[in-house]
């Protein structure tokens, strides 16, 4: 009896060391409901949308390396064409319509006047490079004119006659290559080269060339697409 009574003994302490090891375990590391308890929730980050919607208007202003002398030696001028655009992006499409144009009223002693413009429906692709700065191709088709007027002496004559040295109408495509930063959220300001590609018109290849140009684009672009 003494005998069985020890063997019950010692088993009760055997399963007594067995149940209290995993609590030792669990108790070893105070510390590991306060990890859990640490950790803060935030809401998750979205993704950008593929090229959202956005709507933008403003002024143009082209620099013409298109050499006046070129069409007539008697006028000399830089040409600065000033403008506007607008258009809407649609997933970074964009589609809208420009226009921009030169007018030289008496720009000399042998000139009444001088224009040139054009205008017409632009589509392209615009898409963020990196945050606030977007790279953008598009191309314009559409029409333009070209208007010389030249004042002219008669002999025996009083008074001041006009001579219309040039008058040409054309279609134009203009490709466009533009880098835009947007300062403020609703303002894109862009700096672009494109090139003059009139089609038609007696002479109008001689006013093929390239420009340079400021835009100052205001507006909205957000994800919704």
């Not at 070209?146 to 008074?159: A, D, F, R, S, T």
């Not at 303002?187 to 100052?216: C, M, Q, V």
Request: include cysteine; aromatic fraction near 12%; hydrophobic fraction near 40%.
């Amino acid at each position: 009896m003494r005998f069985l009574r020890s063997e019950l003994l010692g088993l009760a302490l055997l399963g007594s060391v067995l149940l209290l090891r995993p609590l030792c375990a669990q108790t070893d590391n105070p510390d590991t409901n306060d990890v859990w308890e640490d950790i803060e929730l935030t809401e998750p980050v979205l993704a950008p949308g593929p090229g959202g919607f956005g709507i933008y208007g403003g002024p143009i202003f082209e620099y013409s390396t298109l050499k006046t002398t070129d069409l007539d030696p008697d006028l000399d001028h830089t040409l600065l064409l000033t403008g506007g655009s607008g258009y809407v992006i649609i997933a970074n499409w964009l589609v809208g319509c420009a226009g921009a144009g030169v007018t030289l009223n008496n720009p000399n002693d042998r000139y009444d006047r001088f224009r040139l413009g054009y205008g017409g429906f632009i589509t392209g692709y615009d898409r963020y490079l990196f945050k606030d700065l977007s790279g953008r191709v598009l191309m314009l088709v559409g029409g333009g004119d070209l208007e010389m007027v030249k004042k002219i002496n008669i002999p025996n004559h009083e008074g001041e006659f006009l001579e219309r040295f040039r008058k040409e109408d054309f279609f134009l495509t203009k490709g466009e290559v533009s880098i835009g930063y947007n300062v403020l959220p609703f303002t894109d300001i862009r700096a672009a080269a494109s090139y003059w590609y009139p089609i038609g018109g007696e002479n109008a290849e001689d006013l093929r060339g390239w420009t340079f140009g400021l835009r100052l684009m205001l507006g909205f672009r957000n994800n919704v697409f």
